[in-house]
């Protein structure tokens, strides 16, 4: 079923909006008016010529803080969804071919999902601060990668059973060689979707480090901190906490949403 032309405009629209979402996001410390720790008027001060969004909690430009808040946020979500994706492709590829590797991993699947990741986060994070960027990373990396692996291991099944990957196996071919040459090729539909889904995860991971102060190195200028910080004020500014709220949930959903299209444009060949 063809969708209609308003859908197709809405998806358009959204999927436009995400890049420019995107685009500001990695242009925007170059793009911003002003200094994001310039003072240009009393806390939470409407819209003005000086500052287009008002200003936040200490009389800072929103728009500038906006522009430049996005970075560290996006690309951080980024790092994790690729080493995510990563492993998880490579480990559940091998448990299709290994089957008793697949066994454990299901216990670890099984093991980790009792684990909230927030309380881990927290767990991890406050007992050793010293970790910053690099052990958030991490931690995200270990809670996400069994269950996304279980995901590429359910894939692997019907690759690693077909005709050509049982004549390189009979042939005595190398575990690498049938993981880099025979099965992880023919996983691209699920390593797209994955990576996408990975990266919404991150996202919200990131921003709830980012909102509970957690020592992650992302700066004093992100999008979640501006949303935690000129809550108190939304009453007097509320493009304070709208717009990086939006900035945030715009990504999300944009992303998501280009997941759900591809998944729809897969299933139809």
């Known amino acids: ?45 409407g819209p003005s010529s000086a500052a287009r969004l008002g200003t936040d909690h200490l009389g800072q ?51 980790s999902m009792l684990v909230p ?63 880099t040459r025979e099965v992880l090729p023919n996983l691209r539909p699920t390593v797209l979707t994955q990576l996408g889904l990975r990266f919404v995860e991150a996202v919200y991971l990131v921003s709830t480090a980012a909102f509970l102060q957690l020592p992650a190195t992302l700066g004093q200028t992100n999008w979640a901190i501006m949303v935690r910080d000129n809550s108190s004020g939304i009453l007097l500014n509320p493009w304070s906490v709208l717009a990086p709220a939006a900035a945030i949930a715009l990504v999300s959903i944009g992303v998501a949403c280009t997941i759900r299209t591809f998944e729809a444009r897969e299933g139809t060949r």
């Not at 436009?16 to 242009?27: I, M, R, S």
């Not at 990563?86 to 066994?103: F, H, I, S, Y």
């Not at 050793?128 to 809670?143: H, Q, R």
């Open 117 to 179: 990741p927030i309380l881990a986060m927290l767990l991890v994070m406050l007992s050793w601060p010293g970790s910053g960027t690099i052990g958030l990373v991490v931690l995200a990396t270990v809670i996400g990668t069994p269950y996304s692996a279980r995901v590429f291991a359910a894939a692997a099944a019907s690759v690693a059973a077909s005709g050509y990957v049982e004549v390189a196996v009979a042939g005595g071919e190398s575990l690498p060689y049938l993981l």
């Open 1 to 45: 079923m063809k969708d209609s032309a308003p859908t197709r405009f809405g998806r358009r629209a959204l999927f436009g909006a995400l890049a420019a979402v995107l685009l500001v996001a990695v242009a925007g410390p170059w793009l911003a008016p002003h200094g994001v720790h310039d003072s240009l008027d009393i806390p939470f001060a």
């Open 61 to 111: 430009d929103v728009t500038s803080n906006l522009l430049a808040g996005g970075w560290g946020l996006i690309t951080l979500a980024a790092v994790i969804a690729l080493a995510v994706t990563g492993c998880a492709a490579v480990l559940g590829a091998t448990a299709a071919l290994r089957p008793r590797l697949g066994v454990v991993l299901e216990r670890l699947t099984d093991a």
